[in-house]
């Protein structure tokens, strides 16, 4: 999965300028009908990350970033983190949301704010219909590090 140029320089600068980039105490978990794009462009003009949208009773799923919700990192070819607590977002109460097939992280709770991260595919895209409370299991969601 890829991280947005906006993170890959935001982490880049601290690790290597010193400059101070101030990690979010909150994330916020975004389902996509489109991928996102690392220069942050695309189809609604902001994030490249086209959402539901909240007029359909769409919202991102808050998730604290703290070591319950992602524990340490594994793995010694490639750094990989993943959930360890379920998001559910939902349920679906309004309208059919659409096929969402992306998922996205991101630094703002409300839709058009914040900064895309990191984006990915979903394993399986899924039609979201009323009714619906689309989930990622513990260690559904993983990021990798290559």
Same mark, same amino acid.
């Given at each position: 999965?890829?991280?947005?140029?906006?993170?890959?320089?935001?982490?880049?600068?601290?690790?290597?300028?010193?400059?101070?980039?101030?990690?979010?105490?909150?994330?916020?978990?975004?389902?996509?009908?489109?991928?996102?794009?690392?220069?942050?462009?695309?189809?609604?003009?902001? %994030? /490249?990350?086209?959402?539901?949208?909240?007029?359909?009773?769409? +919202?991102?799923?808050?998730?604290? &970033?703290? *070591? $319950? #919700? =992602?524990?340490?990192? %594994? /793995?010694?070819?490639?750094?990989?983190?993943?959930?360890?607590? +379920?998001?559910?977002?939902?349920? &679906?109460? *309004? $309208? #059919? =949301?659409?096929?969402?097939?992306?998922?996205?992280?991101?630094?703002?709770?409300?839709?058009? +704010?914040?900064?895309?991260?990191?984006?990915?595919?979903?394993?399986?895209?899924?039609?979201?219909?009323?009714?619906?409370?689309?989930?990622?299991?513990?260690? +559904?969601?993983?990021?990798?590090?290559?």
């Amino acid at each position: 999965m890829p991280f947005t140029n906006y993170f890959s320089k935001a982490i880049l600068d601290q690790a290597f300028r010193g400059t101070a980039y101030t990690f979010p105490t909150t994330m916020y978990v975004g389902l996509g009908l489109n991928t996102g794009t690392p220069d942050g462009s695309g189809a609604d003009g902001r %994030t /490249g990350f086209n959402e539901p949208g909240s007029g359909l009773g769409y +919202a991102r799923f808050t998730y604290a &970033n703290n *070591t $319950t #919700n =992602w524990p340490a990192a %594994t /793995g010694t070819t490639n750094a990989t983190k993943s959930n360890s607590v +379920a998001i559910t977002f939902g349920p &679906n109460t *309004t $309208t #059919n =949301w659409g096929t969402v097939a992306y998922w996205g992280l991101f630094d703002g709770g409300t839709l058009g +704010a914040g900064n895309l991260c990191i984006y990915g595919s979903l394993t399986l895209a899924k039609a979201v219909n009323i009714g619906d409370s689309p989930s990622f299991a513990i260690g +559904a969601l993983t990021i990798t590090l290559t």
